[in-house]
């Protein structure tokens, strides 16, 4: 299968990436290299071959439920690009 | 000067001891050098004057007599590790900024030894490559060039800006990590040592991720027993990253003795791939000739799907990367893009101008893979093939204890010559990403040098949890291979 201008228009907006129009075409072009080449895992049969989920046989670890942490507002804010008072200040989302 | 910093982790860990030389001393050595090395281009950010600091409190330990496992010993931490209050940027624009309120556990765990920190090591965007070329802050240019050049090499990548410091003397080991080789690739390009852990070995709590599933950070080093002595300290189960395993972690530094004599060392057949050129065909062959005369017994196994494990990893890794770098919007923390119409343009505009070509390439492979209609084809599809690619190893590792492989298909190679095509700058990692895969620890170890004079290394593949054998056979190579060959210090002349 191939991908075209429009594919990349589409994950780039399902990625939340705006790719400029235009490296549509370029990168159409780069993204089938890359797909016709992972083509060839077609050629395996997996039948009945279970999806890996953990590389380490491990089982996932519990904790007790409470709280470990907290009460970082400053700190969480100094990366902040806007803030006002441990408030993250974006664009209007709303009219 | 040069001779405090062409030290071992280990002898400079002995001279402290000894009190022949104080940290301070060490620190001052290496953070003179490192001014001096710019034109390597190895570091984002300095830390010189917090190096000192350190150095100085760790004197007045040892004066007091309170010695930790890496006391006043200089490193170099690859920019991908969060350093509390110091500027980590993952090689990005998007994380330009970026002040971490947190530290990283594998750091913690080296501070907590005593250990002194250098400054934060260049490296490929989000760890996004195989040369060091797609890093925000410009190319490591590595401290090796072939005879009779003055042609620019690259480092090898991810981590290319800590092998370039090791291998050019500004630090005495370096921290990295390794998502599909990223760790023994550039420390093979550079003639020294690079071990990928076992997955769950050392936390991965404030590393930023890449692809948590392959992820693990290691040592790089000048010696296998630095990197034994590293990884003792950097290994732990930790709380804040739930995949880390609650296995002790050993003396791997003692652990180095006894031999390996009886050793069953596998040759994985499907390794031999064409047009890979004699050289290194020739450098494999000497290495197992090597093991064989110090009482190993050589092996041939066979990993079936090896070929396959490319084409997995640029699904699964894409994958993993695209939901992991979700979290760079513009709003929190990091590059916000200005001028925007609303918050949907807010996440669009500020990643489109914060990632690099290589990053954004990755993240839109990794959604395709993901996205309705294609995950059973992909990345369904490609987590079965990874299973097959670990039954391969666990059927292998029946026969033998460690696997001997190639740890690239060549020397370095010039700065922009692999940088038009994506796909062949991807088959620099064709030996070391089946051990991501498989999740488990892999070590590169210097092993000679190439007809124009370029470091070469040899891999070496253990068990699950067995870095002990592993450093073991390593050090055996390394004895063998007596490889004391360094670049010439062009750069401060």
């Known amino acids: 299968m191939s991908v075209d201008k429009d594919t990349v228009r589409r994950i780039a907006k399902l990625a939340r990436l705006a790719v400029p129009e235009a490296r549509l075409e370029p990168m159409a072009g780069e993204l089938n290299g890359i797909f016709q080449w992972v083509e060839m895992l077609g050629e395996v049969n997996v039948e009945g071959v279970p999806a890996m989920t953990s590389v380490v046989a491990q089982k996932l670890k519990w904790r007790e439920d409470r709280v470990t942490d907290g009460n970082q507002a400053d700190a969480l804010m100094i990366n902040a690009p806007g803030s006002e008072d441990h408030f993250f200040v974006v664009p209007k989302v709303h009219e | ?281 020739a450098l494999w062959t000497k290495g197992a000739e090597w093991l064989k005369a110090q009482g190993a017994q050589i092996v041939e196994v066979s990993l079936p799907h090896t070929k396959y494990a490319l084409p997995t990893y640029y699904i699964v890794a894409p994958a993993e990367a695209s939901a992991n770098l979700a979290r760079y919007d513009g709003v929190r923390f990091g590059y916000r893009a200005e001028g925007v119409r609303d918050i949907t343009d807010l996440y669009e505009k500020s990643r489109g101008q914060g990632f690099g070509a290589e990053v954004q390439r990755r993240i839109l492979i990794g959604t395709y893979v993901l996205s309705a209609g294609y995950y059973d084809a992909y990345y369904s599809r490609a987590q079965k093939l990874r299973t097959l690619i670990k039954r391969d190893f666990e059927q292998a590792f029946e026969k033998c204890d460690v696997l001997l492989t190639p740890t690239t298909p060549g020397p370095a190679f010039g700065v922009g010559a692999k940088t038009s095509d994506p796909l062949e700058m991807y088959l620099q990692d064709v030996f070391t990403v089946t051990v991501n895969l498989a999740g488990l620890p892999g070590i590169s170890v210097p092993a000679g040098l190439s007809e124009n004079g370029l470091p070469l290394g040899l891999q070496l593949i253990g068990k699950a949890f067995d870095e002990a054998t592993l450093l073991r056979a390593a050090q055996a190579v390394e004895t063998a291979a007596d490889f004391k060959h360094s670049p010439a210090k062009w750069w401060s002349v």
């Not at chain 2, 050098?33 to 281009?41: F, G, H, V, Y």
Request: hydrophobic content about 40%; charged content about 20%.
């Open chain 2, 1 to 281: 000067m040069s001779d405090l910093i062409s030290m071992t982790l280990a002898e400079a860990r002995d001279a402290i001891r000894a009190k022949t030389i104080s940290s301070r001393e060490l620190t001052g050595a290496f953070v003179s050098a490192i001014e001096k090395a710019r034109p390597l281009n190895a570091f984002i950010t300095e830390a010189g004057e917090q190096a000192l600091a350190m150095a100085d409190a760790a004197d007045k330990r040892i004066a007091s007599g309170q010695v930790g496992a890496l006391e006043g010993l200089p490193l170099a931490i690859k920019d991908l590790f969060c350093t509390k209050g110091v500027r980590t940027t993952a090689a990005s624009k998007i994380l330009g900024n970026f002040v971490p309120p947190y530290e990283s556990t594998v750091t913690q765990n080296l501070w907590d030894a005593g250990a002194v920190m250098l400054g934060k090591t260049n490296l490929d965007e989000f760890a996004m490559g195989s040369s060091n070329e797609t890093s925000a802050f410009g190319t490591v240019i590595n401290p090796w060039r072939a005879k009779n050049s003055n042609v620019n090499l690259v480092p090898g990548g991810s981590s290319g800006g800590s092998s370039a410091a090791v291998a050019a003397d500004l630090c005495l080991a370096a921290t990295g990590t390794d998502t599909g080789g990223s760790i023994r690739q550039p420390a093979a390009v550079t003639g020294r040592v690079g071990l990928k852990p076992t997955y769950g070995r050392c936390s991965r709590f404030g590393i930023v991720a890449f692809a948590s599933s392959l992820d693990q950070a290691g040592p790089m080093t000048k010696t296998v027993k630095d990197a034994a002595i590293m990884l003792k300290s950097m290994a732990s189960v930790d709380a804040k990253d739930s995949t880390s395993v609650d296995i002790e972690v050993p003396d791997y530094e003692k652990l180095l003795e006894g031999g390996i004599k009886g050793l069953k060392v596998g040759i994985p057949r499907e390794y031999r791939i064409d047009g890979a050129p004699a050289e290194i065909d």
